[in-house]
């Protein structure tokens, strides 16, 4: 599974990243790397959350690229 981390730098100065492929996993961070880890360290969490609800397991290797 591929996970394309979008982000985008809001007016006042903060970033936004988000995974699209994640519905809800989106976090802001003070600077562009910040929030990069932060929706890394959700999108980890939210996987696991809907492999232990049996919501389907994707493949175990999880790659991030950048948008």
């Known amino acids: 599974m591929e996970l ?8 006042d ?4 990243a988000e995974i699209l ?5 989106m976090v802001y961070g003070e ?3 910040d929030a990069r ?9 939210v996987i696991a959350d809907r492999i232990e609800h049996g919501e389907g397991a ?4 999880v ?3 950048a948008a």
């Open 4 to 11: 394309e981390i979008v982000t985008e730098q809001e007016t």
């Open 13 to 16: 100065g903060r970033w936004i």
């Open 21 to 25: 492929l994640l519905p809800g996993c």
């Open 31 to 33: 600077t562009e790397s």
């Open 37 to 45: 880890s932060k929706v890394q360290a959700l999108a980890l969490r």
């Open 58 to 61: 994707p493949l175990l290797t």
């Open 63 to 65: 790659t991030f690229k």
